[in-house]
């Protein structure tokens, strides 16, 4: 059991150059920080500006919330683009309904703040389980997706595929994956020790350079915090529950046969060379589904890139946004 008193949802706000906001969507409010276009020293200028500037989507994954996105929120914004990073639904200071963690939801919660932002289209980017909903968005709601970034994120038939033929890729997705299922059990693992669960998966996926940094030891004691916030760890474990669940299930058939139609548009696949956890046989699976996918692989990173080298990732993300 955690021994200090669990953290309210609003905790997650932490001040800086981007604003705060709760956007309706889907049916539920969802929790932004946002940095507008421009310099992020005039990020309270004009809110013209946040319409008329090209919209990015920054989707945290599995454990984690939008602060994971703070330097590509700054970065994004200085390079001219409303950068927004959400708490998906069921972390953070988003609502935590006890359902709608299946990939159709998902990925109409996306869809839904693209438009409520007042945007007709959007790039979306994701890392890890946001890769996910991304990949999912950009396949359900065509119109809406301009492109996709994805982080240690390969395409959800592949990532199956890989883990049915691949032991060693078998051998790193499912002891944890597997662990999270029974009911109760995996609640307990992430709040257990004011959260130690959520630092420990942090320090095995990361590279050696970043985990021992004082960055690392600041992120983790946030995400520590974010994760023990009140239904937040029942809420992220139904993301995985849903996936292995609906193996089995009509609804889960459906969208894998729907994920299976190719994606068109532009992909930026990024990966650190040091991921143990994503192989890189993975990510450069699955071709067929993305045939406009550059794949870029970032020295020195593990699984959390865009934390370990933001200002790679920003650049990447730059020359496919250009």
Not at 64 to 85: K, M
């Amino acid at each position: 059991m955690s021994s200090t008193p669990s953290p309210d949802p609003s905790s997650v706000r932490y001040d800086g150059p981007w604003t705060h906001k709760d956007v309706h969507a889907n049916g539920i409010r969802f929790h932004i920080a946002e940095a507008a276009p421009g310099s992020v020293a005039r990020a309270h200028d004009s809110v013209a500006a946040e319409t008329t500037a090209p919209l990015v989507l920054l989707l945290h994954g599995f454990g984690d919330f939008w602060w994971s996105w703070r330097h590509q929120l700054t970065g994004l914004a200085e390079l001219g683009f409303r950068a927004v990073a959400v708490d998906l639904r069921g972390y953070g200071d988003s609502d935590k309904p006890p359902r709608g963690y299946d990939g159709w939801t998902l990925a109409g919660d996306i869809a839904g703040l693209v438009r409520a932002l007042g945007h007709t289209d959007a790039t979306l980017v994701g890392h890890a389980e946001g890769g996910l909903v991304c990949w999912a968005t950009a396949v359900l709601h065509p119109r809406l997706v301009r492109s996709i970034a994805v982080i240690s994120s390969p395409h959800p038939a592949a990532l199956k595929q890989a883990v049915l033929r691949d032991g060693r890729q078998r051998r790193t997705y499912l002891p944890n994956f597997l662990r999270y299922q029974p009911p109760r059990y995996g609640e307990r693992l992430l709040t257990a020790q004011d959260g130690f669960e959520v630092e420990r998966l942090l320090r095995q996926r990361a590279g050696t350079g970043w985990s021992g940094s004082a960055e690392f030891v600041d992120t983790a004691r946030r995400m520590r915090a974010a994760i023990r916030i009140p239904g937040t760890a029942h809420c992220a474990l139904e993301y995985q529950r849903w996936a292995f669940r609906s193996q089995w299930r009509p609804d889960g058939h459906r969208f894998m046969s729907a994920m299976r139609a190719p994606v068109h548009i532009p992909v930026l696949a990024l990966r650190g060379e040091s991921d143990d956890y994503i192989l890189d046989a993975t990510i450069r699976r699955g071709r067929r589904l993305s045939p406009n996918r550059r794949i870029v692989t970032l020295t020195g990173a593990g699984h959390f890139a865009h934390q370990e080298s933001p200002q790679q990732v920003t650049a990447e993300l730059a020359k496919l946004l250009s």
